[in-house]
């Protein structure tokens, strides 16, 4: 049987939203209780999928109280749940995230939400050096069909010390390296819903494969790790 999504997990996050206070949740912890198990137990069962064919070492299924003591927006509870499955490091670098939300809001990312100082800067030296291999790894017709383009943050103009003018500064730019893939709820609460994630996210390996390489070697090629 495969794993799927049940709707009353989307059907409880829906009355969450429109009650979202602390009275509310404390009377209906049980039914949260439920639905929550019901999503760890998705989350898994991707978790388990994703290490057939990747080194998984960990996954975090967020947790759906909010921290409001410094954001604007203090409504005490996330309206969504939220997975990252992280893989092995140092020497397998990206990740995955899954992302369930009712509303037409569920989508997977993966890639690299905040490359460090020393990562971001060789990740744009060798798009500097070289950008013809992260170009035909994203412009290849499968991974493009499912992916789309990079997503996330980007200067404006070029980082301190790149050329503006750079063929690759398109790339070069960019503060985030990252893939999103959005869904229906109904193609959410379909039998196909868990494949089409695991397909998706193996799809995106060739890519990992690659930022893994330039993020163990130095500009000469050699292990740093």
Same mark, same amino acid.
């Given at each position: ?8 997990? $989307?059907?409880?996050? =829906? !009355? ?5 206070? #602390?009275?509310? %949740?404390?009377?209906?912890?049980? /039914? ?79 890639? $690299?939400?905040?490359? =460090? !100082? ?5 990740? #744009?030296?060798? %798009?500097?050096?070289?950008?013809? /291999? ?83 070697? =130095? ?7």
């Amino acid at each position: 049987m495969k794993p799927t999504i049940s709707k009353d997990i $989307f059907d409880f996050l =829906n !009355k969450l939203e429109r009650n979202n206070n #602390r009275d509310w %949740f404390n009377n209906h912890k049980n /039914e949260f209780k439920e639905v929550e198990k019901q999503s760890k137990t998705f989350y898994n069962q991707v978790l388990d999928a994703l290490r057939v064919h990747d080194d998984i070492d960990k996954l975090k299924v967020f947790r759906i109280y909010r921290d409001v003591r410094f954001s604007k927006n203090k409504l005490p509870y996330k309206t969504h749940f939220g997975g990252s499955f992280h893989r092995k490091k140092p020497e397998l670098r990206g990740g995955y995230y899954l992302h369930l939300a009712p509303n037409n809001q569920s989508f997977i990312a993966t890639g $690299f939400w905040e490359p =460090n !100082k020393d990562d971001l800067f060789r990740i #744009r030296k060798e %798009f500097e050096m070289d950008d013809s /291999e992260i170009r035909k790894i994203i412009t290849n017709k499968t991974f493009k069909n499912i992916w789309g383009d990079f997503v996330g943050d980007e200067l404006k103009t070029a980082p301190r010390d790149f050329d503006k003018e750079h063929p690759a500064i398109d790339l070069i730019r960019k503060k985030q390296y990252i893939f999103t893939k959005k869904y229906s709820d109904k193609e959410v609460l379909s039998d196909d819903f868990f494949e089409d994630i695991i397909r998706s996210f193996k799809a995106v390996r060739p890519y990992f494969n690659y930022m893994s390489d330039v993020l163990t070697t =130095n500009l000469n090629g050699e292990s740093i790790i």
